[in-house]
Nanobody
Framework: QVQLVESGGGLVQPGGSLRLSCAASGSIFRIDAMGWYRQAPEKERELVATITPGGTTNYADSVKGRFTISRDNAKKTVYLQMNSLKPEDTAVYYC?????????????????WGQGTQVTVSS
């Protein structure tokens, strides 16, 4: 009933930039926190950044000053602008959203994940 679809990954050289997008669709009543996580090979999934509906953000120390998370509530979309990319940023990036869905009065809440998009930073 709810889908998150990511786009914008790819191959970039060190020091380059990429912008990821994640659009939510379905029978959505409300979206609370949205965020980006990443998982490198043989490593656990880790938080990259989160953002509340009001725009309060939180970043992992490793990306502070380089990555910027933003959202368009009307479009139900979250973005991740990634600058000054490093090889250690290479990972599959997943978006995440806390969604209340359904129709009145049968609302339910759940955490949804996108399918993931590969980001590779290499020369």
């Amino acid at each position: 009933q709810v889908q998150l679809v990511e786009s914008g990954g790819g191959l970039v050289q060190p020091g380059g930039s990429l912008r990821l997008s994640c659009a939510a669709s379905g029978s959505i009543f409300r979206i609370d926190a949205m965020g980006w996580y990443r998982q490198a090979p043989e490593k656990e999934r880790e938080l990259v950044a989160t953002i509340t509906p009001g725009g309060t953000t939180n970043y992992a120390d490793s990306v502070k000053g380089r990555f910027t998370i933003s959202r368009d509530n009307a479009k139900k979309t979250v973005y991740l602008q990634m600058n000054s990319l490093k090889p250690e940023d290479t990972a599959v990036y997943y978006c995440n959203a806390d969604v209340t869905y359904g129709t009145f009065p049968y609302y339910r809440a759940n955490k949804y994940w996108g399918q993931g998009t590969q980001v590779t930073v290499s020369s």
